[in-house]
């Protein structure tokens, strides 16, 4: 949910609209009417829901209400924005274009107004956090609640996800700040890394199958007839672990795909397939066969903290990355549930 939505914003325009008028020596100029945030605040919410009434309801707006408002940002910008069935609504490329624009318009409205009250000594507004399942480091409830006891006028909303739907987020404004496990994704002018803490890689088998009796480290090379089973491609840890054994030049054979480590776990301890993890994950289920990977380092896994650029991190981002010291690491095999 945009962290805008359903709340008023502040509007740019006049009442009546801004249209053409006629200067004393005859020459007519053009004066551009500037759209109202809360156009950009109805389109948003609308793409979010792909649906006209459900948007309508999250805002607090009458139907017909938020329909004239899209209308009218269309004709400010001679483009339609929504292709519409009796179903639901999706973006035309003019609407894709926009939407990116007008979350990263609506992030900076908010920060504008926590940046003056962050001044005033008082932080308000809403901290939107992403987090992905089980990051090593940083025990995300522990944090928030923290957080919470020392910015109580804070509204916080959080987000789980893949690290790679993460990275996209806090880039377009939509996350203030969220904790990912490093790709090459976060690679761009729009991203801000903090590195925070750094894991092996192992594999996790059933104590039955073949690996379980080797009793030492395995290579990627070891592994290339296995089958797997792994998270989601958008998952940080998936996509570090692809970007190792295809370095190596071995093509993995995953055959199963989950969005939950423990469901991950479960399937491994079925003997369906072997993962490849970040270390602390096999504390998570004892009865598995933990195995080093050898030849891969120490820092295979890299927990981050990932924020927009200094100038557009918010007083609350920056106040939640103050309170990452040792109180909030993980405990020794621990995670975030």
Same mark, same amino acid.
């Given at each position: 949910?945009?962290?805008?939505?359903?709340?008023?914003?502040? %509007?740019?325009?006049?009442?009546?609209?801004?249209?053409?008028? =006629?200067?004393?020596?005859?020459? &007519?100029?053009?004066?551009?009417?500037?759209?109202?945030?809360?156009?950009? &605040?109805?389109?948003? @919410?609308?793409?979010?829901?792909?649906?006209?009434? *459900?948007?309508?309801?999250?805002?607090?707006?009458? &139907?017909?209400?938020?329909?004239?408002?899209?209308? @009218?940002?269309?004709?400010?910008? *001679?483009?339609?924005?929504?292709?519409?069935?009796?179903? *639901?609504?999706?973006?035309?490329?003019?609407?894709?274009?926009?939407? %990116?624009?007008?979350?990263?318009?609506?992030?900076?409205?908010?920060?504008?107004?926590?940046?003056?009250?962050?001044?005033?000594?008082?932080?308000?507004?809403?901290?939107?956090?992403?987090?992905?399942? !089980?990051?090593?480091?940083?025990? #995300?409830?522990?944090?928030?609640?923290?957080?919470?006891?020392?910015?109580?006028?804070?509204?916080? !909303?959080?987000?789980?996800?893949?690290?790679?739907?993460?990275?996209? =987020?806090?880039?377009?404004?939509?996350?203030?700040?969220?904790?990912? #496990?490093?790709?090459? &994704?976060?690679? %761009?002018?729009?991203?801000?890394?903090?590195?925070?803490?750094?894991?092996?890689?192992?594999?996790? !088998?059933?104590?039955?199958?073949?690996?379980?009796?080797?009793?030492?480290?395995?290579?990627?090379?070891?592994?290339?007839?296995?089958?797997?089973?792994?998270?989601?491609?958008?998952?940080?840890?998936?996509?570090?672990?692809?970007?190792?054994?295809?370095?190596?030049?071995?093509?993995?054979?995953?055959?199963?795909?989950?969005?939950?480590?423990?469901?991950?776990?479960?399937?491994?301890?079925?003997?369906?397939?072997?993962?490849?993890?970040?270390?602390?994950?096999?504390?998570?289920?004892?009865?598995?066969?933990?195995?080093?990977?050898?030849? %891969?380092? =120490?820092?295979?896994?890299?927990?981050?903290?990932?924020?927009?650029?200094?100038?557009?991190?918010?007083?609350?981002?920056?106040?939640?990355?103050?309170?990452?010291?040792?109180?909030?690491? !993980?405990?020794?095999?621990?995670?975030? =549930?």
């Amino acid at each position: 949910m945009s962290a805008f939505s359903g709340k008023p914003v502040p %509007t740019l325009s006049r009442p009546g609209g801004i249209g053409p008028t =006629e200067e004393s020596d005859g020459i &007519q100029r053009l004066r551009f009417s500037v759209m109202e945030l809360r156009h950009l &605040q109805h389109f948003v @919410a609308v793409a979010e829901d792909q649906h006209f009434t *459900r948007a309508a309801e999250r805002l607090l707006v009458s &139907q017909s209400g938020l329909s004239a408002s899209i209308r @009218a940002l269309e004709r400010e910008l *001679r483009a339609p924005l929504f292709v519409r069935t009796t179903r *639901r609504v999706t973006l035309t490329p003019a609407g894709r274009a926009l939407l %990116t624009e007008a979350e990263r318009i609506l992030a900076q409205v908010r920060s504008a107004h926590e940046a003056v009250a962050a001044v005033q000594g008082v932080l308000r507004g809403m901290l939107a956090i992403g987090s992905e399942q !089980c990051i090593k480091g940083v025990r #995300v409830a522990g944090l928030l609640a923290a957080f919470r006891r020392r910015h109580p006028n804070v509204e916080i !909303c959080l987000r789980q996800a893949g690290s790679g739907a993460l990275a996209e =987020e806090v880039a377009s404004g939509r996350l203030d700040l969220a904790f990912a #496990v490093r790709t090459a &994704q976060e690679d %761009t002018d729009l991203l801000r890394v903090v590195p925070l803490t750094s894991e092996p890689m192992t594999v996790l !088998c059933h104590p039955d199958h073949r690996l379980a009796a080797v009793g030492g480290a395995v290579g990627p090379e070891d592994l290339g007839g296995e089958v797997f089973v792994d998270f989601h491609p958008d998952w940080g840890p998936r996509r570090t672990t692809d970007a190792v054994f295809a370095a190596a030049g071995i093509r993995r054979t995953v055959a199963l795909e989950v969005n939950d480590v423990h469901s991950l776990l479960e399937l491994v301890d079925e003997n369906l397939g072997i993962a490849v993890m970040p270390r602390h994950f096999r504390h998570k289920r004892e009865s598995l066969t933990a195995l080093p990977v050898k030849g %891969t380092g =120490e820092n295979v896994y890299e927990t981050v903290a990932l924020l927009p650029p200094p100038e557009a991190t918010s007083p609350a981002a920056r106040a939640l990355l103050g309170l990452l010291d040792p109180r909030f690491a !993980c405990p020794p095999g621990g995670g975030e =549930e």
